[in-house]
């Protein structure tokens, strides 16, 4: 699921992430480089119904589209 994924990807994160209630339950399979979450983040963007807001430059939060 997006939301265990995004909780253990934190671990790597200099911020935070977050995942609203609307995309908790999106499956995911792959294998993520951990040293480059911004690109983990777009090809997530990419790939599924989910968008990424930037509130700050260190705060995002994943959305379902």
Not at 20 to 42: E, K, W
Not at 52 to 64: C, E, F, Y
């Amino acid at each position: 699921r997006l939301d265990d994924f995004i909780e253990q990807l934190n671990r790597y994160y200099r911020g935070h992430l977050s995942v609203d209630p609307s995309a908790t339950d999106l499956r995911l399979v792959g294998a993520y480089p951990v040293t480059d979450i911004d690109r983990i983040l777009a090809a997530l963007e990419q790939s599924h119904p989910i968008s990424i807001s930037h509130t700050l430059p260190w705060w995002k939060t994943i959305r379902a589209r």
